[in-house]
């Protein structure tokens, strides 16, 4: 009977893509930080008590926290954050939430921090570029972002870099034994996009596509300068962008098929991440 429950329990860890809980993790004290790409907005289910915050209890992090066995999780991620809002009260529609640094203490073992987009309006950025006519009639908005012969977004991307190196540094003072992880950002655009299913025009698809590659790209950089994990969203993404079909895409379109934020991932998408982010927190464990 007990060999039995076993097999049943295994089976269900790899139904779901994610690994057995691992012993030695029993006693990870996990904290995840982050935005809306970490919070799931609309996922069902979406979890108190800050609601403002549109958390799902099947973000990649909870998933994360179920198969490693954590033995303390702590979600503090929230819809809009920025890295401001790691130092600062986060106001949300449904109230303010605490500064997400202080859900870290010194029993902190394993942080995962996914921040940056919305320093830059990433998101904003993507539905800028919907474009429900082609050119000549419709404009391109690739052009738009060039400024004094320098394109804003990767000014703007290098900007960020010395805030990311100073969040990581004051991430590991306040949680000294914590091992943290830099999560990177999904595939929003694949090659040359699919217009019109989703209505961004081919080379604007390719400047959202490189514009994203850029700035994870210097998320990675920035995690390896402080001495600390990154994990690699873009690739296993790759396949599963907007432009695929219900059932495969884990970003939704601007009109999501499912229960999720435009632009955002999915359930199918979560449980994609989670699998990457266990498989890089158990790594070094």
């Not at 959202?208 to 998320?219: C, D, E, G, K, V």
């Not at 390896?224 to 970003?251: E, K, N």
């Amino acid at each position: 009977m007990v060999r039995r429950m076993i097999i049943m329990l295994a089976a269900v860890w790899l139904a779901l893509g994610l690994a057995p809980p691992a012993h030695a993790a029993q006693a990870e004290v996990y904290v995840a930080l982050g935005d809306s790409a970490a919070s799931g907005p609309l996922v069902p289910n979406q979890i108190g008590p800050d609601y403002g915050c549109w958390r799902s209890d099947r973000n990649y992090a909870r998933l994360t926290a179920q198969a490693i066995g954590a033995a303390t999780f702590r979600d503090v991620t929230c819809s809009g954050a920025d890295t401001r809002d790691m130092y600062e009260s986060q106001s949300t529609d449904l109230g303010d939430v605490a500064p997400q640094l202080d859900a870290l203490s010194q029993d902190t073992t394993l942080v995962t921090v996914q921040i940056g987009a919305n320093d830059l309006g990433l998101t904003d950025f993507i539905e800028d570029c919907l474009n429900l006519l082609p050119p000549p009639v419709g404009d391109a908005c690739n052009d738009d972002y060039i400024v004094n012969g320098q394109d804003k977004w990767r000014v703007e991307t290098d900007a960020l870099r010395p805030r990311l190196t100073t969040l990581v540094g004051d991430i590991r003072a306040r949680a000294p034994q914590a091992r943290v992880f830099v999560v990177g950002y999904a595939t929003y655009a694949p090659p040359n996009g699919c217009y019109p299913r989703v209505p961004i025009i081919r080379s604007d698809a390719n400047y959202i596509r490189a514009t994203l590659t850029y700035f994870n790209q210097m998320l990675a950089e920035q995690a390896a300068a402080a001495g600390v994990g990154f994990i690699d969203l873009q690739t296993p993404s790759v396949g599963h962008d907007p432009c695929t079909a219900p059932g495969v895409r884990w970003i939704e379109p601007y009109v999501p098929a499912s229960p999720a934020a435009p632009f955002h991932p999915n359930a199918l998408g979560m449980r994609g991440f989670a699998t990457t982010v266990t498989a890089a927190v158990t790594e070094v464990l």
